[in-house]
């Protein structure tokens, strides 16, 4: 096999080379902009033959796993339609600059106008605190925005004793505006930036819990999430939830796994997971695999593959929990686990990110996060915009039931 060079992590000057991003709505920009964990999802890696995690793409192109030469499946898949003209975005971006305007909004304008749906553009500030995002830690009020079909912006989740939940605001409120802006129909890393400021600065926002109106002023804190954690079920079963995969977490998996009791299952909860880094979803996934595919992702058309470490846990019963709220890096780490036949999925439909982000710094300092490919399971599915359909469905707090049922077919006391 060809050598692969190795998954550094993403230096801070964006010049240095190419780097890949599977980000969702600004999956953990999106829930830390709102002081939660959540979404400028799949904030990944450089590709550097230098140094490395342990981690690595091969260098080469690569048809999708089980394609034969010639198969048009043996293509690599075209890019997103809408993809932005980086020329073209960053002359505007340097004409605006040049003019006294900002680059940012003129980027956006030509963001605007490509269709892209999944790019973003982020000034120098919003983009170096979504790097200490990756940390666990953030800026924000404490809470998870939610997006409905007709443009409105429910409540999602509240953090536990976070700024929001001492104000008394619950899941299922509606977000009308922020700082006096109507949120309806803004994309989440609009409303992520309106969300966002610094430690001890207030914002209002204006509310609706059935249909009666409510407004509240919040201070915003710096907060934190431990993206995983572990509970023991009956019969030796391990519960290992993971809620973002921020840094470290993927070791966090690792461990828990081979601490979890002798011959028991594990269930590996990526309900509501937004992604993260790509590098620590491939990680968690050394800990159920000994090496092989993980996925297979594109750049312009030039494949390359993720692999597994070495030496995990093979033997040991496993079952995913997944919903609709499972996204990008976490539904990379399902499909390597479902085609591998090394989990059986329980839960509804996964969201379908699956397409690849690449940034590029403009002139005045700011990012911008372009659509350049997508990615494939080890089976050479595409999941953006289809999502992954679980082995077994079931819904709410039957999923868990039904997951934990599935280990008494494989001879674990549920």
Known sequence: ????????????????GAFLTLALLGALGTAAGTGCLGAHDDRTVELSRAGGAGLSASAAPLAPPGATPGDPAAQPPAASPG?????????????????????????????????????????????AG????????WTGVGLWPGRERDGLVPVDRVQSAGPADRAGIRAGDRLVAVAGRPVAGLSATAVVALLRGAAGTSVVLDLERGGVPRAETLVRERLHTDPVTVRGLPGGITAIRVSAFTRGSGERVREAVAAAPPGGGILLDLRGNPGGLVTEAVRAASAFLDGGLVATYDVRGSQRALYADRGGDTARPLVALVDGGTMSAAELLTGALQDRGRAVTVGSRTFGKGSVQMPTELPDGSVAELTVGTYRTPGGRCVDGRGITPDLTARGERAEERARAVFGGHGVAP
């Open 130 to 137: 979504f790097e200490e995002d990756l940390d666990g830690t």
């Open 83 to 127: 993809t932005v003209d980086r020329d073209a975005l960053a002359r505007a971006a340097a004409d605006a600059v040049a003019d006294g305007k900002s680059g940012k909004k003129a980027a956006q304008d030509v963001v605007s106008r490509s269709g892209d749906r999944w790019a973003v553009v982020y000034d120098r500030a919003e983009y």
């Open 1 to 16: 096999m060809p050598g692969r060079p190795a998954f550094c992590p993403r230096p801070r000057d964006l010049r240095r």
